[in-house]
């Protein structure tokens, strides 16, 4: 079992840290909500989402289902939509410093954006049914329940500490030169993710 949670704790660690679009608007959010607590809502979307990613991939249902053409291209569709539409709305906001007004996302606008780039991004299901999926089948009973849980641990701690961190940024930004540019930073890696979207499609 310890054998089972150690490569849980690699994979899950080397799937989430890569600079992706879930990475940088969970840490976004965290440094640009008035409070901590307002960013709630897109760390516990994000988390349950790579819970439910994590469970699918484990069981093996998601590899069936992306396996159905008109599920793929519904979902690169969509994803590409959303990607879209979150950088033109990340490249407008505005962080909140002293006599500027920010754009500040709603909870449903965060839940809704979390969703989206976890949920309608063929490539992150591609790479966790390809990588978590795949380990998976080299255990059985309690160490692939351990192995499942650990990945999901994972990824609930890495959410909640990228958004504190991005809280921490963010209070020391107070210029707020540094997440305006990381707001263009963000729009551009969304803008471009869906580029690649749509060439995959093609």
């Keep these: 079992m310890i054998s089972a949670a150690i490569h849980g704790v690699i994979l899950a660690f080397g799937l989430i840290l890569p600079l992706g679009v879930q990475n940088i608007f969970v840490?976004?959010?965290?440094?640009?909500?008035?409070?901590?607590?307002?960013?709630?809502?897109?760390?516990?979307?994000?988390a349950i989402c790579d819970t439910f990613l994590i469970s699918f991939a484990v069981l093996g249902v998601s590899a069936i289902v992306f396996a159905i053409g008109w599920i793929k291209v519904?979902?690169?569709s969509v994803g590409i939509l959303f990607l879209i539409y979150m950088g033109y709305t990340t490249w407008k906001a505005k962080p909140n410093t002293e006599g500027n007004?920010?754009?500040?996302?709603?909870?449903?606008?965060?839940?809704?954006?979390?969703?989206?780039?976890?949920?309608?991004?063929?490539?992150?299901?591609?790479?966790?049914?390809?990588v978590i999926g795949t380990s998976s089948l080299s255990y059985t009973g309690s160490e692939k329940l351990v192995f499942t849980v650990v990945c999901i641990l994972v990824s609930w701690m890495w959410f909640f500490g990228l958004s504190i961190v991005g809280r921490i940024v963010?209070?020391?930004?107070?210029?707020?030169?540094?997440?305006?540019?990381?707001?263009?930073?963000?729009?551009?890696?969304?803008?471009?993710?869906?580029?690649?979207?749509?060439?995959?499609?093609?």
């Design 27 to 46: 840490f976004n959010q965290g440094a640009t909500q008035p409070r901590w607590v307002y960013a709630l809502p897109v760390v516990l979307t994000a």
């Design 170 to 202: 963010g209070r020391m930004d107070q210029s707020g030169r540094m997440l305006t540019a990381l707001n263009k930073i963000s729009a551009i890696i969304m803008w471009g993710t869906a580029v690649y979207l749509i060439s995959s499609i093609f």
């Design 101 to 130: 007004e920010a754009q500040v996302f709603t909870p449903g606008k965060q839940i809704m954006f979390a969703a989206s780039v976890s949920l309608l991004n063929p490539h992150a299901i591609m790479d966790t049914i390809g």
């Design 74 to 76: 519904t979902l690169l």
